[in-house]
């Protein structure tokens, strides 16, 4: 491991160690079977164990109620903005909250489907924000009202769940999934591309609950189907194997360390390290709202590009990679997912301090 580097890409992004270890450790011959997971039939006894064994670790870490569904998609995060107009849009009406790049997406997606109502509009103040509750105009006849608990390219975290008056909460937790507890039953749905806290790419994964899926409309692309999906427990075709294997592995690590308090504790410390750093320096300014911080993406500009520039040409050499800002904010980003440890935001606040110090 003495190659390795903090890697602070925003997904896919750096894995635990000991994840990367078992991987290596299984690849050739998993637990005696002779073969590597990724050679493995979906329904052979061998992979149906890890399939089982991952779903039921998934309930236990995040604490699903009975009542919802685990489905394990391909296609990422990105397909389920088509999926879920598809599936859960009832009466051709659903409100979308817009903070970012993503649900900003998901809403121009829903569109083509139906009567979609923008609740909330962060694009004018440059996505610094989550609205508050008093800022929401939501529609008590909506089928469902979108959200997207944290906005990975301009580092904004959504820090409560909505008052939608019954309406469900569809939520894309992409960037910030098994960061810390929450309520599954305060949520309809729950939708995740793994690429950051849940493994690695390839795996979309749905927790619906399952009085929203009982009927469909006519003419969904079978693999958009929800219930069908949910019928077949992910298999009416081949689901992304390895994928999920790994998502598997993720879930040990966490549960290992003592589940979702611990990693909402080690989260808060070390986006609290570069926040608290952050906000006494004049040098550097921090890109979202102080209410509405992101623990997973931290994103920062110093006092010009050409700084920008530096910083990230710098911070490469110090054995970082991966804190260019997204182009449409600039900057530096930090993603600092369950994976990164706090000896690499250490260095990272090492490193912004001397560059600080280097070029005030
Ligand atoms: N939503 C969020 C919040 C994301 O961060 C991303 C990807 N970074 C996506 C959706 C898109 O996910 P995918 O690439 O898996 O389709």
């Known amino acids: 491991t003495e190659k390795r580097v903090y890697n602070f890409s925003a997904g896919p992004s750096t894995l635990p160690v000991p994840v990367l270890e078992k991987v ?61 107009p598809l599936n859960l ?39 610094k924000h989550i609205p508050t509750q008093e800022e929401l105009d939501l529609r008590e006849d909506a089928s469902y009202v979108h959200l997207c608990s944290n906005n990975t390219i301009f580092g904004t975290e959504w820090k409560y769940v909505p008052d939608t008056k019954g309406v469900p909460v569809v939520a894309d937790m992409s960037s910030n999934i098994l960061s810390k507890p929450i309520n599954v039953a305060d949520y309809g749905m729950i939708y995740a591309g793994a690429q950051k806290n849940m493994g690695i790419a390839g795996l979309g994964v749905v927790i619906v609950r399952e009085d929203l899926i009982k009927d469909h409309k006519e003419n969904i ?39 979702l308090e611990v990693m909402q504790k080690r989260n808060e410390e070390k986006a609290k390290l570069l926040y608290d750093y952050l906000d006494q320096s004049d040098f550097y300014h921090v890109h979202s709202d102080k209410d509405n911080r992101s623990f997973m993406n931290v994103t920062f500009t110093c006092p ?11 911070s490469i050499a110090a054995g970082m990679s991966n804190l260019k800002g997204h182009r449409s904010v600039g900057g530096i980003r930090a993603s600092i997912y369950n994976a990164m440890p706090l000896d690499g935001v250490q260095t990272l606040l090492d490193f912004m301090k001397k ?6």
């Open 24 to 84: 290596a450790a299984q690849m050739l011959n998993y637990k005696d079977s002779g073969m590597s997971v990724m050679e493995m039939s979906h329904r052979s006894s061998s992979y149906l164990e890890i399939f089982n064994e991952t779903k039921a670790l998934l309930k236990k870490v995040l604490n699903i109620p009975d009542n919802y569904k685990i489905l394990f998609i391909q296609g990422g995060a990105t397909q389920q903005f088509s999926t879920i």
């Open 221 to 259: 692309p079978v693999l958009m189907e929800y219930n069908t999906i949910a019928d077949n427990d992910s298999m009416y075709n081949t689901p992304p194997t390895f994928s999920i294997y790994v998502l598997g592995l993720m879930l040990e690590w966490i549960d290992s360390l003592g589940g």
């Open 355 to 360: 560059f600080e110090e280097e070029n005030k």
């Open 304 to 314: 010009n590009k050409d700084l920008d520039a530096k910083f990230v040409k710098e």
């Open 89 to 127: 849009m009832k009466n051709g009406k659903a409100d979308y909250i817009v903070t970012g790049a993503f649900s900003k997406k998901s809403a121009q997606e829903a569109k083509k489907f139906g009567d979609i109502h923008i609740a909330y509009n962060g694009a004018d103040n440059g996505f």
